[in-house]
């Protein structure tokens, strides 16, 4: 997990990558929410990256593409699946290099 320290209380706060891509991540919405984290993460590296609030929920990426290409197969349970099953490899291995374990990640 990465972490990020709270400007306000100085309190550590532990947070993945993946979820960006859950509906109840970051706490259910209610937590520091790191979705354009990562979504700045892959627009770095070259993709287009669709992000959307879910109601009261958290704010998810929906859509990923290279180019005109969608990254996210059709059927999968966007907001749901587990990220590391759907997204290609590649992208996988480039958020594990950007939001690496136990690294420090400003918001």
């Known amino acids: 997990m990465s972490f990020c320290i709270c400007t306000t209380c100085g309190s550590r706060y532990d947070w993945k990558w993946e979820e960006a891509f859950d509906k109840f991540g970051f706490s259910d919405g209610g937590g520091l ?32 593409k290279r180019g005109r290409r969608t990254l996210i197969p059709r059927g999968t349970r966007i907001g749901y699946d587990n990220p590391r099953n759907y997204l290609p490899r590649k992208v996988v291995a480039i958020l594990d290099q950007a ?7 400003l918001p």
């Open 33 to 64: 929410v790191m979705t354009e984290t990562v979504a700045d993460a892959l627009r770095a590296a070259g993709y287009t990256v669709t992000v959307e609030p879910w109601g009261i929920h958290n704010v998810v990426i929906t859509d990923l």
């Open 99 to 105: 939001f690496p374990e136990d690294a420090e990640v």
